[in-house]
């Protein structure tokens, strides 16, 4: 998993050719400011259209695709909320997180056409996988405060073209209110490339556990780079997302803690953790967002 930021960093949505045949919000414990936050958007994209507001060069998507970085194949549909957002059948450019029954959350720099949305897989490469659900994206609405190629606020919410089904192998997860404190452990999940700079996919989920870094930490990882949006994590064994894992989940404690975002291009470098989108300032957005667009 990894995203480029200009010169030296890439965008994590990077598509991920894979071969395929076919292809509420706020979890109400301890919450902190939201600076962020504004009234509900309206300005949605109609999917359908195929325009294209993303950046092809500091995020973790791009058109060379990437994943984690030293994680493992995750437990089987362990990760019930995890969204695959298909440019083509068989081309992957970002993960999303699915947040309501009719609605994902993923990263801003993902804004791009959207044909179909892949709910319960495991396994890319298969062509048909049980207990699969595919929907296509209606509108994408980017948070209005969305910079680039800073990407402070990168998040966006999906509408879908309908609600899931319920199912054993596709839920919802709730966003925490409260922000991440360093030290934490959390899991950060996707098919992005599993090496960097050399691109190589896996043939089916990546989870990855990954440390929240301190402030000053990721402030001097990433000099005049980061702001409260955003807060870093990775290891001293480097263990990163990759391209590919843009809009992906980071889960701590059993909920939605943050997105994948970007990073330093080779990843996995010691230390240079990877940057994650900071969701604690944003839930009182996607809470009237969704109300104002449901």
């Not at 999303?96 to 890319?124: D, E, F, I, N």
């Not at 073209?161 to 997860?173: D, V």
């Amino acid at each position: 998993m990894a995203t480029a930021r200009p010169g030296w960093m890439w965008m994590l949505a990077a598509a991920l050719i894979l071969g395929l045949a076919e292809p509420v919000v706020a979890n109400e414990d301890a919450s902190c400011d939201n600076p962020s936050s504004t009234g509900p958007s309206g300005n949605g994209q109609d999917l359908a259209s195929g325009a294209e507001a993303g950046t092809e060069e500091d995020t973790r998507s791009d058109d060379s695709s990437s994943r984690i970085m030293n994680g493992s194949e995750c437990e089987k549909h362990s990760q019930k909320w995890q969204a695959a957002l298909m440019m083509t059948p068989s081309q992957l450019y970002c993960g999303a997180v699915l947040v309501a029954p009719q609605w994902l959350l993923t990263a801003a720099h993902c804004r791009k056409h959207v044909p179909r949305v892949l709910l319960g897989r495991h396994s890319l490469p298969l062509a048909y996988e049980s207990g699969q659900q595919k929907l296509h994206g209606i509108k994408s609405i980017p948070h209005p405060g969305y910079s680039h190629p800073g990407h402070s606020n990168d998040l966006m919410l999906i509408k879908l073209n309908r609600k899931i089904s319920k199912s054993q192998n596709i839920k919802p997860i709730g966003i925490s209110a409260r922000c991440p404190a360093a030290g934490t452990t959390c899991l950060v999940s996707g098919w992005g490339t599993t090496s960097s700079p050399q691109v190589k996919f896996p043939g089916a989920l990546q989870c990855l556990n990954i440390t929240v870094v301190s402030e000053e930490k990721c402030k001097k990882a990433y000099p005049g780079q980061i702001d409260h949006t955003m807060f870093c994590a990775g290891d001293e064994a480097g263990r990163d997302s990759c391209q590919g894992d843009s809009g992906g989940p980071v889960i701590c404690n059993g909920s939605l803690y943050g997105l994948v975002s970007w990073g330093d291009f080779p990843c996995g470098k010691p230390n240079k953790p990877g940057v994650y989108t900071k969701l604690c300032h944003f839930t009182k957005w996607i809470h009237d967002t969704i109300q104002a667009n449901s």
